[in-house]
């Protein structure tokens, strides 16, 4: 019998075969580049930074090379509503945490699943597209740790600079807001009558309903995504397909960088690259720069297999220390419970069955419409300040309405996304294709830090990931509050006259505990662990005199010339939202440090 995984895997490849017709960015595969000794710049990984990195660079007149791991893409990632399928698929690393006994506990080996985009466009092609700036209380804080030029009236420029907002009304505050980036930003076209529901719910309970991305992101809101006309826009299709045909733009699929080349001396300085394809291994050079942008598991891997990492962690492994950083030793990562499930008596919700087997439905779609267009469920957003964590001022819990339940499928897809256990799924199998939704409180600002380390010498095997979820007790103590909120937000009257209520069924692992003390959610957060993938701050940006940071406030790594990192693992601290945002702020941050450092201009 052919598994799920199979399935999906030849459901992606088969269209690609037929000489590159299944590709939405039009990148070569099948016949790929020449490939030249050298290049001015080569970029590693095409995902939300690195994609807009190498377009930036391609606007002036040196060369880039951008080289991805991963596949040209397929067309089934453009339709917004199939973003599970292609999880756990040949498109995805598919990352597994290590077990540590104390978060996980639900899912299969007690491992989380870690989705990453091993594709052309990374993340932003597989992604759920929702666009969250962050809090400007983020990025002041980054500029407050030693990193000028990072503070919210700084980013601002950027994020405006990429962005093409869909929206009149909010394209209107111009202060905030642009029309006429490579990123198209619009509204959700689709929503059930649970959207509404929730920004009632919302203020009902005392929150504004406003636009999020200003600034100020406390507020409940229907959450803006990378899509236009029913089509995923990701960093590759909105940054390289517009100058894939230059001549000083070379893109090479299926490109696994190796290692670093690195010279030795009093500053040792990047040179070029290692990687295999197909079977064959390459050297290439840099002549100005190579740009790490493979994301915050990848970029740290790389930098310590090339001898750029913790000393004593590279020698036990017998690589010879270039520079001796904290790479992979600052991971902060956003992380909540799928537990606050409601059941519906009225069909609002997003029921696959219902809404797919309509035919009109899917017609609409052919107008750039209707569910197919939608973000799977994802249907609202709110975020607030609990006030349990007196040293900081940010807001520290999101809310995600989620309009199915984890048993909406059966168990086809959703639940192996979670890489969810049979004994945690009995739980979910009764609400099978049945009406209901889930609010997903999520810890945005964790105290708890985990690290990415090296298993061995060899690039092929893969790094080991401790989250280390919940090791901070005020980490547990503000997601239970999440907790209590969200279920009160969930029975609130704009909920109930829908016949919204709360799914009693106590976890039969936490039965030991009263149902819904707090003893009890701690339990429960332990095992229906819900990772959101919004991973940051393994090569943090900061200061020489700062212990933790990795790269200076230009994104160069301290120590070593030729090399900059550039992705969500330069962050000091993980934003108070999605990071796909951020990511591709930092890639045309990052793109003018590198024309100002070389004196680069537009072509002519």
Same mark, same amino acid.
């Given at each position: 019998?052919?598994?799920?995984?199979?399935?999906?895997?030849l459901i992606t490849?088969?269209?690609?075969?037929l000489?590159?017709?299944?590709?939405?960015?039009?990148?070569?595969?099948?016949?790929?580049?020449?490939?030249?000794?050298?290049?001015d710049?080569?970029?590693?990984g095409?995902g939300?930074?690195?994609?807009?990195v190498?377009?930036?660079?391609a606007?002036s007149s040196?060369?880039?090379?951008?080289?991805?791991?991963?596949?040209?893409?397929t067309?089934?990632?453009?339709?917004?509503a199939a973003?599970g399928?292609?999880?756990?698929s040949?498109?995805?690393?598919?990352?597994?945490?290590?077990a540590?006994?104390?978060?996980?506990?639900g899912?299969?080996?007690?491992?989380?699943?870690?989705?990453?985009?091993?594709?052309i466009?990374?993340?932003?092609?597989i992604?759920g597209?929702?666009?969250?700036?962050?809090?400007q209380?983020?990025?002041?804080?980054w500029?407050?740790k030693?990193n000028?030029?990072w503070?919210?009236?700084?980013?601002?420029?950027?994020?405006?600079?990429?962005?093409?907002?869909?929206n009149?009304?909010?394209?209107?505050?111009? @202060?905030?807001?642009s029309v006429?980036?490579?990123?198209?930003?619009?509204?959700?076209?689709?929503?059930?009558p649970?959207?509404?529901?929730f920004l009632?719910?919302?203020r009902y309970?005392?929150?504004?309903?406003?636009?999020?991305?200003?600034?100020?992101?406390?507020?409940?809101t229907v959450?803006q995504?990378?899509i236009?006309?029913?089509k995923?826009?990701?960093?590759?299709?909105?940054?390289?397909?517009?100058?894939?045909?230059?001549?000083?733009?070379?893109?090479l699929?299926?490109?696994f960088v190796e290692?670093?080349?690195?010279?030795?001396g009093?500053?040792?300085?990047?040179e070029?690259v290692?990687f295999?394809?197909?079977?064959?291994?390459?050297?290439?050079?840099?002549?100005?720069?190579?740009?790490?942008?493979?994301?915050?598991?990848g970029?740290p891997?790389?930098?310590?297999?090339?001898?750029?990492?913790?000393?004593?962690?590279?020698e036990?492994?017998?690589?010879?220390?270039v520079?001796?950083l904290?790479?992979?030793?600052?991971?902060?990562?956003?992380?909540?419970?799928?537990?606050?499930?409601?059941?519906?008596?009225?069909p609002?919700?997003?029921?696959?069955?219902?809404?797919?087997?309509?035919?009109?439905?899917?017609?609409?779609?052919l107008?750039?419409?209707?569910?197919l267009?939608?973000?799977?469920?994802f249907?609202?957003?709110?975020?607030?300040?609990?006030g349990?964590d007196?040293?900081t001022?940010?807001?520290?819990?999101?809310?995600n309405?989620i309009?199915?339940t984890?048993?909406?499928?059966?168990?086809?897809?959703?639940r192996?996304?979670?890489?969810?256990?049979?004994?945690?799924?009995?739980?979910?199998?009764?609400?099978?294709?049945k009406?209901g939704?889930?609010?997903?409180?999520?810890l945005?600002?964790?105290?708890? @830090?985990g690290?990415?380390?090296?298993?061995?010498r060899?690039?092929?095997d893969?790094a080991?990931?401790?989250?280390?979820?919940f090791?901070d007790?005020l980490d547990?103590?503000?997601?239970?509050s999440g907790?209590?909120?969200s279920?009160?937000?969930?029975?609130?009257?704009p909920f109930?006259?829908?016949?919204?209520?709360f799914?009693?069924?106590?976890?039969?692992?936490?039965?030991?505990?009263?149902?819904?003390?707090?003893?009890?959610?701690?339990?429960?957060i332990?095992?229906?662990?819900?990772p959101?993938?919004?991973?940051?701050?393994?090569?943090p940006?900061?200061p020489?005199?700062d212990s933790?940071?990795?790269v200076?406030?230009?994104?160069?790594?301290?120590?070593?010339?030729?090399l @900059?990192?550039?992705?969500a693992?330069?962050?000091p601290?993980?934003?108070?939202?999605?990071?796909?945002?951020a990511?591709?702020?930092?890639?045309?941050k990052?793109?003018?440090?590198?024309k100002q450092?070389?004196?680069?201009?537009?072509a002519?």
């Amino acid at each position: 019998m052919v598994n799920l995984q199979t399935l999906i895997g030849l459901i992606t490849l088969l269209p690609r075969i037929l000489k590159d017709f299944d590709d939405p960015v039009g990148v070569a595969q099948v016949k790929p580049i020449d490939l030249q000794r050298s290049y001015d710049f080569i970029v590693v990984g095409a995902g939300s930074s690195g994609s807009v990195v190498a377009a930036r660079l391609a606007e002036s007149s040196a060369s880039v090379l951008l080289l991805e791991a991963g596949t040209d893409g397929t067309y089934l990632t453009e339709i917004p509503a199939a973003v599970g399928v292609t999880l756990g698929s040949s498109l995805d690393w598919a990352y597994r945490t290590k077990a540590d006994g104390r978060s996980c506990l639900g899912m299969n080996d007690d491992q989380c699943l870690w989705h990453a985009g091993k594709v052309i466009g990374g993340g932003s092609t597989i992604n759920g597209m929702l666009y969250v700036r962050g809090d400007q209380e983020d990025f002041n804080t980054w500029e407050r740790k030693g990193n000028p030029g990072w503070g919210w009236k700084d980013v601002l420029p950027y994020f405006k600079k990429s962005e093409d907002q869909q929206n009149p009304q909010y394209a209107r505050n111009t @202060r905030h807001h642009s029309v006429g980036g490579r990123l198209p930003i619009g509204d959700i076209k689709f929503k059930t009558p649970l959207s509404d529901a929730f920004l009632h719910a919302g203020r009902y309970m005392g929150y504004p309903v406003k636009d999020i991305n200003t600034g100020n992101a406390t507020g409940f809101t229907v959450m803006q995504a990378t899509i236009k006309n029913g089509k995923r826009f990701s960093s590759a299709k909105s940054f390289l397909k517009p100058v894939i045909g230059q001549p000083n733009l070379s893109i090479l699929p299926e490109a696994f960088v190796e290692r670093l080349l690195i010279t030795s001396g009093y500053k040792p300085r990047v040179e070029g690259v290692v990687f295999t394809r197909k079977g064959k291994r390459y050297r290439v050079r840099a002549r100005k720069e190579v740009i790490v942008s493979s994301g915050v598991v990848g970029s740290p891997k790389l930098l310590m297999l090339s001898g750029i990492g913790p000393r004593h962690d590279l020698e036990q492994l017998g690589i010879p220390v270039v520079a001796d950083l904290p790479v992979g030793q600052n991971m902060q990562s956003h992380v909540g419970t799928g537990e606050a499930v409601f059941t519906l008596e009225e069909p609002v919700s997003f029921n696959p069955i219902r809404i797919f087997t309509n035919p009109l439905n899917i017609l609409s779609y052919l107008r750039g419409e209707g569910p197919l267009g939608a973000v799977s469920g994802f249907e609202g957003m709110g975020i607030y300040r609990t006030g349990l964590d007196q040293s900081t001022s940010w807001p520290d819990i999101q809310l995600n309405l989620i309009s199915v339940t984890p048993g909406i499928d059966g168990g086809l897809v959703y639940r192996h996304s979670l890489n969810m256990d049979d004994q945690m799924f009995a739980k979910w199998k009764p609400l099978a294709f049945k009406e209901g939704f889930n609010i997903l409180p999520v810890l945005v600002h964790p105290k708890s @830090r985990g690290s990415i380390k090296l298993r061995s010498r060899n690039p092929s095997d893969p790094a080991e990931i401790n989250p280390n979820y919940f090791d901070d007790p005020l980490d547990v103590k503000r997601l239970i509050s999440g907790i209590k909120f969200s279920i009160a937000l969930g029975i609130s009257p704009p909920f109930a006259k829908f016949g919204a209520k709360f799914y009693d069924q106590p976890i039969e692992f936490c039965k030991a505990f009263t149902p819904y003390s707090d003893a009890y959610w701690e339990c429960a957060i332990r095992y229906f662990t819900y990772p959101l993938y919004h991973d940051a701050c393994t090569c943090p940006m900061g200061p020489a005199t700062d212990s933790m940071a990795v790269v200076t406030s230009r994104l160069t790594v301290h120590g070593v010339s030729g090399l @900059r990192v550039v992705d969500a693992s330069v962050m000091p601290d993980v934003v108070s939202g999605n990071t796909h945002a951020a990511c591709v702020m930092i890639g045309e941050k990052a793109a003018d440090f590198i024309k100002q450092d070389w004196g680069l201009a537009a072509a002519a």
